[in-house]
């Protein structure tokens, strides 16, 4: 299995390529920007790329769509529904979150309508990429339509900004609901196992079983309310 990170935005995202090292078939997870550095990477290892896979629709995660979806057009691009309303807002995410009009330009956070998205992600659908299979597992929390995607038989799993090394995401976005977090990272990512890899979407990978004995949203090392940590 291929894996390439790119990080990308004033909000160090990771943008990843994930893709099967014998079929060459490529996936690109949560392009946030960097089109032209991703298609880079996709010609110069001789991948085809088969789909744009977003774990949620916050404006880090997507905001490269645009860009690399002009250069690949024949990708898919696959969204859960319930974050479909944030993807088609992307140009108005920045106000959003209280960054003013005039800065948009300078931060780089002025955003063109993103293309239309092909399908949308099924809770337990089994996605392939090749020889890989990627278990979707829909986990709101960060967002109404967070999903992870779970490769089980190369023991990874691609969290997103629901569970990162040492912290969760945040919950006081719209949408976000801290004890709907804990529970999709209880129910749904920590089952995977403890020798499982995170690749989480901003910081350092991780295993499920190091979070579990050391980070403190999972501990209970915190009494906690929501949102006041992440
Ligand atoms: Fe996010």
Request: net charge negative; charged share 20%; glycine share 10%.
């Given at each position: ?120 992600w ?9 020889n ?73 990978d991780?295993?499920?079983?190091h ?12 009494q ?7």
């Amino acid at each position: 299995m291929i894996i390439e990170t790119f990080i990308t935005t004033l909000f160090q995202q990771n943008t990843r390529i994930l893709a099967c090292a014998e079929t060459r078939r490529a996936v690109c997870i949560d392009p946030g920007d960097s089109a032209d550095a991703i298609a880079e990477f996709i010609n110069g290892n001789n991948l085809e790329l088969q789909a744009i896979t977003l774990t949620h629709a916050h404006l880090d995660h997507i905001g490269g769509v645009f860009d690399l979806h002009k250069i690949f057009p024949q990708a898919e691009i696959i969204l859960h529904k319930d974050d479909e309303d944030l993807y088609y807002n992307l140009p108005t995410q920045p106000l959003f979150m209280g960054i003013p009009r005039h800065e948009l330009k300078a931060l780089g956070l002025e955003y063109e309508m993103p293309p239309r998205l092909s399908r949308y992600w099924q809770d337990g659908e089994i996605y392939g990429v090749g020889n890989l299979q990627f278990k979707i597992l829909h986990c709101p929390g960060h967002t109404l339509g967070h999903v992870v995607l779970a490769e089980e038989k190369m023991r990874k799993v691609f969290s997103g900004d629901c569970l990162f090394a040492g912290s969760i995401g945040r919950t006081d976005l719209p949408g976000g609901d801290y004890e709907q977090l804990i529970n999709s990272i209880t129910d749904k990512i920590l089952p995977l196992g403890d020798d499982v890899t995170v690749y989480s979407g901003h910081g350092d990978d991780t295993k499920i079983g190091h979070e579990k004995a050391t980070n403190p949203f999972l501990t209970g090392a915190y009494q906690m309310t929501q949102g006041r940590f992440a």
